[in-house]
């Protein structure tokens, strides 16, 4: 009997699918990342000792599961700051797939900050470690090349470059065209974690696309549904933490939003998505009232949703790692 209401479970599901399963105690761990980078490194602007101990200790933690500069799977990729003087860097991750010529799928987040930035972005760091994690224990991927990347300078804007987010640019820059071709999806996570009392929602941002006409920049009346974005929708709906009916108001997207490194990645025609928590349409679509202040510490957050949102990155990273067509039956 058991079996049968299983099967008929399955069969109610969309696509039949389960989202893949984080732990208690799994998720403690992205917590405790989360907190770690807070409360013991602290601030990580640039110009700060925090910005080159979070770098230290990222670094420690890629070696750690297996990446190596020795074997290239592990590049440091400097960041030049002229005001300043400031060189600082972005890590950057390789697992390869069996084909060499395999599609990238690249899991990213900024780890510099404006304040002991909880929200912004030790959440969403640890969000990128956590998975990091899990794929690297797995064996390689016959023709999915993953990459985890760490960038810095996402908060400072470089005057003597006039350019934002100069940490993701640079990765973006140094792509060879191959490079470029060769990736399909982009996840950048910057916000993963909501205060009980703010009214924020799960986003999806997204600001172009790839079609058979070539890349295409989304409207707001009518934004992206790339390949990353449509990987999220089905894996938020494998979870089923996120119904339809809850849509732009406890979720929305994809929205054509900017604001954080998955610009960078539309500037040279890459399907990128930023998932974050921010506002609604209505309520004007700004970013947590802690953001950039010295509150950016943790808080009385809303781990439950932190949970789901996470459960959802994973099981979409994962999905698309093993299929490249998972999300499209998300197309609208
Ligand atoms: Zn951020």
């Known amino acids: 009997m058991k079996k049968w209401i299983a099967l008929l479970i399955c069969l109610l599901l969309p696509f039949g699918a389960f989202a893949l399963e984080i732990s208690e105690d799994e998720f403690y761990e992205w917590y405790d990342e989360m907190a770690y980078l807070v409360d013991e490194i602290g601030n990580r602007w640039i110009e700060l000792p925090g910005s080159q101990q979070a770098c230290d200790y990222l670094r ?72 990091m994690r899990k794929m690297a224990a797995l064996p390689a991927f016959e023709n999915t090349e993953l990459r985890f990347v760490a960038f810095t300078a996402e908060e400072y804007f470089c005057t003597a470059r006039n350019e934002p987010h100069i940490g993701s640019l640079d990765y973006c820059y140094a792509l060879t065209e191959e490079e470029k071709a060769r990736h399909i999806a982009v996840f950048n996570i910057d916000i993963l974690v909501v205060d009980i009392w703010e009214e924020l929602a799960f986003s999806l941002d997204t600001l172009g696309m790839r079609t058979d006409n070539g890349y295409v920049t989304g409207t707001e009346e009518s934004p992206a549904y790339n390949r990353p974005a449509l990987a999220m929708l089905q894996a938020m ?44 349409d209505e309520l004007g679509g700004e970013w947590p009232e802690f953001m950039h202040t010295p509150s950016d510490i943790l808080g009385d957050f809303d781990l439950q949703r932190s949970w789901d949102a996470l459960t959802a990155v994973y099981t979409a990273v994962d999905g698309l790692a093993n299929d490249h067509t998972y999300g499209d039956a998300m197309k609208p």
């Open 60 to 131: 420690a933690e890629f070696e750690a599961n297996g990446f190596s500069k020795e074997d290239g799977t592990l590049i440091e990729l400097p960041s030049y700051v002229p005001e300043l003087d400031l060189t600082c860097t972005n890590l950057i991750a390789v697992k390869p797939a069996v084909n060499p010529d395999a599609p990238i799928i690249t899991v990213c987040a900024h780890y510099d900050s404006q304040s002991p930035g909880a929200r912004d972005n030790a959440s969403g760091v640890a969000a990128m470690m956590f998975i």
């Open 237 to 280: 709906a494998e979870t089923e933490c996120y119904p339809e009916e809850d849509r732009d108001w406890y979720w929305c997207g994809p929205r054509h939003m900017d604001k954080t490194d998955h610009e960078s990645f539309h500037y040279i025609g890459v399907d990128s998505v930023a998932i974050c928590f921010r506002q609604t």
